[in-house]
């Protein structure tokens, strides 16, 4: 097939660590390539944010990278993207029209789906819809501090009865859009996935104290992380340390106010020699940070998905995660790892406690973890599970999947 990507602030060429460059990038660029490898053809659409950028750039073999001129050429905030969305959708109709028409076209969040829906009916071509965070929830946590546009939440609702199918990627989002009034029809449920090339057990790991039990958290330096309630559980847990990656660049941090309130926190904590603020780690050198760590303590508040508890555990380690959006779904609890309530650091450190102390736990939820990365979470098995929802929209017949044939 020819699949169409948009997604609208995050290109799949972006260095992760800038503005608004994250899971999306990441999850838009594995899925081309494991769809590209399963023979389709696939194009994704983005705003072009530089003049400097061509409009199409050759990602690798079947992918292409295509920059929509959408507003200033220049780096913006996904919040101040709205108003180019009817420009964006625009370019896309001539483009779809004129030059390359997909079977079908899949928008990665709300604003590529406002976009891919506009432009998609004008060319009688089908949409998928992945929203990667809901504004329901994202309200719901942040309250005033919320900066999403006024009307994130009703376009959501709308978008979720005008696409053609809604890609999940967790139970707990099937029931908030259940609650927005999504019929159950609409949704396929279809997680994320993990690069288990990448992120494998075996390899290099990052040089550490081998007597002291390394707790690892890879979070943005936001309060919604969780990454304060760690701190305020290491008491509980005697000689272990704390080692953050995430934030500002290392020699950044110092100058960080939120990396300053850590700091602060530890001391008052009484175990500021062992939490470690590593700062923004390239993402090639991920791997070895945690094959480094004898355990990966996600906390967020809440969380959509959560694309570091999978490397995580593709890597051979076992994960304390709160039981919060995708990570209930992604932590077997008791199997590949513990699931605890968020905001609750007196539980969280019993909890990390307990596993730092049991070295057959440990390794009994690594090998578990892997085998649920490879099995279940791996890329081409993704790919493969969405192509049916793809043709299924289309209206075209597809080979067999590699799964089916096995």
């Known amino acids: 097939m020819r699949i169409a990507m948009i997604s609208e602030h995050a290109s799949p060429l972006a260095a992760l660590g800038g503005i608004d460059a994250g899971g999306q990038n990441t999850h838009v660029a594995e899925l081309a390539g494991a769809l590209a490898a399963a023979g389709h053809e696939v194009r994704v659409y983005t705003r072009r944010d530089s003049p400097d950028l061509p409009t199409v750039m050759p990602m690798a073999e079947r992918i292409d990278v295509v920059h929509v001129p959408a507003g200033p050429a220049q780096v913006l905030g996904k919040d101040e993207l709205l108003p180019f969305m009817g420009a964006f959708a625009e370019w ?6 004129t030059e390359w028409r997909p079977d079908v076209a899949h928008a990665h969040f709300w604003m590529s789906g406002l ?3 506009t432009a998609g009916r004008r060319c009688d071509v089908p949409v998928v819809q992945t929203f990667h965070a809901l504004g329901s929830v994202k309200r719901r946590h942040q309250g005033s501090a919320d900066t999403s546009p006024p009307r994130r939440i009703a376009y959501e609702r709308e978008l979720g009865r005008a696409v053609d199918r809604v890609i999940v990627q967790c139970q707990d989002e099937v029931h908030e859009l ?8 609409q949704m396929a449920l279809v997680p994320s996935g ?7 057990p075996d390899g290099p790991a990052v040089a550490r104290e081998p007597r002291r039990t390394r707790i690892l958290t890879v979070a943005r330096l936001v309060e919604r992380k969780g990454v304060e309630d760690l701190v305020r559980a290491l008491p509980a847990v005697p000689g272990a340390e704390l080692v953050v990656v995430g934030g500002p660049p290392a020699r950044e941090l110092a100058d960080d106010p939120y990396a300053r309130k850590l700091t602060r926190l530890a001391e008052a904590c009484g175990v500021a020699g062992r939490v470690v603020l590593a700062g ?12 480094s760590a004898d355990m990966l303590a996600a906390t967020p508040w809440y969380e959509p998905f959560g694309l570091t508890v999978l490397e995580a555990m593709a890597c051979g380690v076992p994960v304390v995660a709160t039981s919060v959006g995708g990570l209930a779904d992604t932590v077997v609890d008791g199997v590949t790892g513990d699931l605890v309530p968020p905001r609750d650091p007196h539980r969280l450190g019993l909890v990390l406690r307990r596993l730092a102390s049991d070295e057959v736990r440990r390794l009994s939820y690594a090998a578990a973890a892997v085998d649920r990365a490879l099995h279940t979470y791996a890329w081409p098995r993704i790919a493969d599970r969405l192509a049916p929802v793809y043709a ?15």
């Open 194 to 200: 993990v690069n288990v090339e990448r992120f494998s």
């Open 392 to 406: 299924g929209v289309a209206g075209v017949a597809t080979e067999p999947t590699r799964e089916a044939v096995a």
């Open 280 to 291: 923004a780690v390239p993402s090639h050198e991920m791997p070895r940070w945690y094959r």
């Open 92 to 97: 896309l109709a001539e483009s779809w029209r």
């Open 115 to 117: 976009a891919a829906v």
């Open 178 to 185: 259940l609650r927005l009034g999504v019929p159950r029809s």
